[in-house]
């Protein structure tokens, strides 16, 4: 009995002293470059509601790579976009809404200019929680492959040099229909030919 009260009390003790800690963003970086530099942020607003033109919510994973091949980093972002479950319970026989979006964010030069397109939403990417970049098709071009939370995966693949303006044929994987839960996942290359759509 004294054994367990104890513990208890130590776990009590450090709770307390972890969360009276400064937060990082309260404080001073130390972060330095190799030359004795200090390391600073800004921060770039690359995608929100208001230059997306539509309640753009519930952004969960991004990933980043070359698309257009224009030689800037460019950012795929997925966004849940409801909020009207949690995933922490279990909900038999529960269909997310169609809300969901996944988006490109192209860069440039400028950090502060960005070109946005939306290449999945609705009932293609609902609830989408992530994404993997990966040349599916072997053109060249990145591919776009997304998993929509309690839904399915999807390919979205890359229209090649006018990336930013074509549309992005898709494929809902059939294989994955009605099977969620997908939250995060790694690519293995499957050999297989489907049309696409």
Known sequence: ???????????????????????????????????????S?????????????????GSDGLVMADLDQDGFED??????????????????GFVPPPAGHVRIAFGSSDPDEWF???????????APEDAVIVDMNGDGYLDVIAA??????IYLQNPGKNARIEEWKRLILPQTEGRGSYIRYLLVILMVTVPLN
């Open 148 to 153: 929509a939370e309690l839904s399915h995966l």
């Open 41 to 57: 942020w800004k921060e770039h607003i690359i995608d929100d509601p208001e230059s997306a033109g539509f309640a753009l919510s």
């Open 1 to 39: 009995m004294k054994l367990k009260l104890s513990l208890l009390l130590v776990f009590g003790m450090t709770a307390t002293l972890v969360s009276a800690q400064q937060l990082v963003g309260d404080k001073l970086t130390n972060a330095r470059a190799a030359d004795g530099m200090y390391i």
């Open 75 to 92: 950012i795929v972002s997925v966004h849940e976009s409801d909020e009207e479950y949690d995933s922490t319970q279990e909900q038999p």
């Open 116 to 126: 946005n397109i939306t290449i999945a939403e609705g009932t293609d990417s609902p």
